[in-house]
């Protein structure tokens, strides 16, 4: 069992920054890859980015790749996602996930959640 903590998110102005975070407690967290996923009101919750249990391996979804860095310290059991250049429609409800069996950008495969923590941003 994972339990998943996100933290960071707010408001904020077009083209300004958010860091968030994603604590891990429980089993083994280095053993799994994570990703973060949003979901905008109305709207079918989308990969945003993914990492692999070591950190070495990482994939984005087009709509933040060159604005945005995952990255994890398995040290600390956590999992970041550096935003920049943010725009209106990366406003949404961002979740961080844990995968056992490998990074993916399928939101199926993941096995535990958090509750997601909200980034609005301000045009």
């Known amino acids: 069992q994972v339990q998943l903590v996100e933290s960071g998110g707010g408001l904020v102005q077009a083209g300004g920054s958010l860091r968030l975070s994603c604590a891990a407690s429980g089993r083994a967290f280095s053993n799994y890859a994570m990703g973060w996923f949003r979901q905008a009101p109305g709207l079918e919750r989308e990969f945003v980015a993914a990492?692999?249990?070591?950190?070495?391996?990482?994939y984005y979804a087009d709509s933040v790749k060159g604005r945005s860095t995952i990255s994890r310290d398995n040290a600390k059991n956590a999992v970041y996602l550096q935003m920049n250049s943010l725009k209106p429609e990366d406003t949404a409800v961002y979740y961080c996930a844990a995968d056992r069996d490998g990074m993916t950008m399928r939101i199926g495969d993941y096995d535990y959640w958090g509750q997601g923590t909200q980034v609005t941003v301000s045009s």
């Open positions: 990492i692999s249990w070591s950190g070495g391996s990482t």
